[in-house]
């Protein structure tokens, strides 16, 4: 064994070694745009969409929504005006409602989750999924107030799974090269 000074040889390797991947990584993450180009527009629509998670969970964040019960208080005032199946209206009434807090953590989490996914274009597709099953639940809460919005959202969030649009100007595109699969 090599040593120069404290360091060995073969810690010289495998930090060159990580190094090199992180410098493919981002070879990768620019070489997308000469083959996957054409889903230039969704990539922006994934990156607009990251932005406004990340506006959402550091509101969260930054305000009572996880110190106070608001989301309890939401629920409890639409509860009787709901439009959703029995099992659905009880899980909210007899579950949600008492342990709101690791609700309110979870929605703040899986939203700042989305964010980071949608903006480094990393596991985009399972994240869009997550989104669209966020999109649908808050659909169902809000109703009529948010109606177009949610429904759009989870066309979007949809389409973004379908797509796979993490594959330009985001780092699917570096795994997406190596192992094909459903997931980038």
């Known amino acids: 064994m090599f040593f120069i000074g404290n360091v060995s040889a073969d810690s010289l390797t495998s930090s060159f070694a990580?190094?090199?991947i992180v410098i493919t990584m981002f070879v990768a993450f620019f070489e997308s745009l000469k083959y996957v180009g054409h889903l230039l527009p969704i990539a922006f629509l994934r990156?607009?969409?990251g932005f406004y998670y990340l506006d959402q969970a550091l509101e969260?964040?930054?305000?009572?929504?996880?110190?106070?019960?608001?989301?309890?208080?939401?629920?409890?005032?639409?509860?009787?005006?709901?439009?959703?199946p029995v099992w659905y209206k009880s899980f909210l009434a007899d579950v949600?409602?008492?342990?709101?807090k690791p609700f309110a953590f979870a929605i703040t989490g899986f939203e700042l989750?989305?964010?980071?996914?949608f903006l480094l274009g990393y596991v985009t597709r399972p994240m869009a999924l997550i989104g669209a099953l966020l999109a649908l639940n808050m659909y169902a809460i809000h109703g009529d107030s948010g109606e177009h919005f949610y429904k759009t959202l989870i066309a979007i969030h949809l389409v973004l799974a379908w797509i796979g649009a993490g594959r330009c100007l985001g780092f699917d595109y570096f795994f997406y090269k190596r192992r094909r699969g459903i997931w980038w």
């Open 113 to 117: 989750a989305i964010a980071i996914s």
């Open 47 to 49: 990156i607009y969409l």
């Open 60 to 84: 969260k964040f930054r305000g009572d929504f996880l110190l106070r019960p608001r989301l309890a208080a939401e629920i409890d005032d639409v509860l009787p005006t709901l439009q959703v």
């Open 96 to 100: 949600l409602v008492p342990y709101w």
């Open 18 to 20: 990580r190094g090199l």
